[in-house]
């Protein structure tokens, strides 16, 4: 069972930033054991939904249109971490964050989260105006 941990969620005000980080456990390597890393949120009443979307293959970054210039993915190697830097936060961005990772090809193309195998616990992400 592939262990992935984030940490970095918290309460901000409307304009503020957060940073969210994701370390897996040793023994997985994102960068090796993966096609996929990303971040996905779930806000109250709502289903999770894809936030930011790293092809390891391609290098490509995708990201949902409504945090686009907003949030930034990035991946430390190193550390084997995944970063989601949250800025210009509105209400809206309330929700459980996820990281999670994917050993299968077809998670660069798919949309959802049906195509991710490898989830994290989530971390609450509250936004108040």
């Known amino acids: 069972q592939v262990q992935l941990v984030e940490s970095g969620g918290g309460s901000a005000q409307a304009g503020g930033s957060l940073r969210l980080s994701c370390q897996a456990a040793a023994g997985f390597n994102f960068a090796a054991h993966t096609y996929c890393m990303g971040w996905f949120r779930q806000p109250p009443g709502k289903e999770r939904e894809g936030v930011a979307r790293?092809?390891?293959?391609?290098?490509?970054?995708d990201y949902a249109d409504g945090v686009k210039g907003r949030f930034t993915f990035s991946h430390d190697s190193v550390q084997n971490t995944i970063y989601l830097q949250m800025t210009s936060l509105v209400p809206e961005d309330t929700a459980i964050y996820y990281c999670?990772?994917?050993?299968?090809?077809?998670?660069?193309?798919?949309?959802?989260?049906?195509?991710?195998?490898?989830w994290g616990r989530g971390t609450q992400v509250t936004v108040s105006s």
């Open positions: 999670a990772a994917s050993s299968r090809p077809e998670c660069q193309a798919a949309t959802g989260t049906s195509t991710w195998n490898y």
């Open positions: 790293r092809s390891t293959a391609r290098g490509t970054i």
